[in-house]
């Protein structure tokens, strides 16, 4: 069973900085493509940033120049830092698996617990 578990998220000022983490087990990682989503409080789960197997960064036009997706596939790691993050950041991130030629469609129904992130002064 593919198993997804997020982490770094914590209460931070507006403009500061925070890295998530993900990493999965039960796939061989290497050529799968990685996404990352966001819900927002009372919103639905909305894809947010995706990376293919060989590091092809893409990106919601909500999120892009601030947020940065990245991988490594030694560990089996995504990333996603997020910068100058503001009020409306604040959500809860979640990582899956996505289809290759449907990146912001994900592949595992069995989603991890997902990284809060709080975004407040």
């Known amino acids: 069973q593919v198993q997804l578990v997020e982490s770094g998220g914590g209460l931070v000022q507006p403009g500061e900085s925070l890295r998530l983490s993900c990493t999965t087990s039960g796939r061989f990682f290497s050529s799968d493509t990685m996404g990352w989503y966001q819900q927002a409080p009372g919103k639905e789960r909305e894809w947010i940033a995706a990376i293919t197997g060989a590091g092809n960064p893409y990106y919601s036009d909500s999120v892009k120049g601030r947020f940065t997706i990245s991988r490594d596939n030694a560990k089996k790691m995504v990333y996603l830092d997020l910068n100058s993050l503001q009020p409306e950041d604040t959500a809860v991130y979640y990582c899956?698996?996505?289809?290759?030629?449907?990146?912001?469609?994900?592949?595992?129904?069995?989603w991890g617990q997902g990284a809060q992130v709080t975004v407040s002064s």
């Open positions: 899956n698996v996505v289809m290759a030629n449907s990146r912001s469609r994900p592949l595992i129904d069995n």
